[in-house]
């Protein structure tokens, strides 16, 4: 199963489009996560009581996990983000709170180091930026080593059309150019 996880709130958002570009490369079924549409619950200290309780029972049957549950049952996520104040949205930073589930998604060793429990071996990050990106270690940079830490995610890819704001930019153009990217990287 293929885990999309679309964190576009405009109608029309480019990087959606990038991101259906690759959706039509990939084989297989497509669950769809909107985490803009989600209202995720205040983590405060009555939920964390709450989960930390169910955690410690094995107990993973509260809905509060069940996005855990389909993140860890994907084979590949693709990661739809525009890149906003150097990073992305929010509601992903979010997201991935409520996924990274001890006991779930990953438990540590004796020597405690995290160990996935996720069946994910490939993300496929899509952003897209009005200005210039020059260092994804804010947005793609957490997300990839969150993937390889706890998610044990080794194939962690990147498109990102920016510039698309800039004056005089061929916005069509560039985001042209990034779909025949992403068209040359599924050959």
Not at 3 to 8: A, G, Q, T, W
Not at 22 to 31: A, M, T, Y
Not at 157 to 179: H, M, N, P, S
């Amino acid at each position: 199963m293929i885990l999309f996880i679309d964190v576009c709130v405009r109608k029309g958002s480019r990087t959606r489009r990038l991101a259906q570009r690759v959706l039509s490369h990939l084989p297989g079924q497509v669950e769809t996560v909107r985490p803009a549409e989600i209202d995720f619950p205040k983590t405060d200290e009555a939920f964390l009581k709450k989960r930390d309780a169910c955690i410690a029972a094995g107990d993973y049957s509260d809905p509060m996990f069940d996005l855990a549950k389909q993140f860890r049952s994907a084979d590949t996520i693709v990661i739809a983000a525009p890149h906003w104040d150097l990073s992305f949205p929010a509601v992903l930073k979010q997201y991935f709170e409520q996924i990274n589930v001890v006991g779930l998604t990953f438990f540590y060793t004796d020597s405690d180091r995290p160990v996935t429990l996720c069946r994910a071996k490939r993300l496929i990050y899509v952003a897209t930026a009005g200005g210039p990106v020059r260092d994804h270690a804010y947005g793609f940079g957490y997300v990839k080593a969150l993937g390889e830490e706890f998610y044990g995610i080794e194939d962690a890819v990147c498109f990102c059309a920016e510039g698309l704001d800039l004056i005089g930019a061929d916005a069509e153009a560039i985001l042209q150019g990034t779909e025949a990217e992403i068209d040359r990287a599924f050959c």
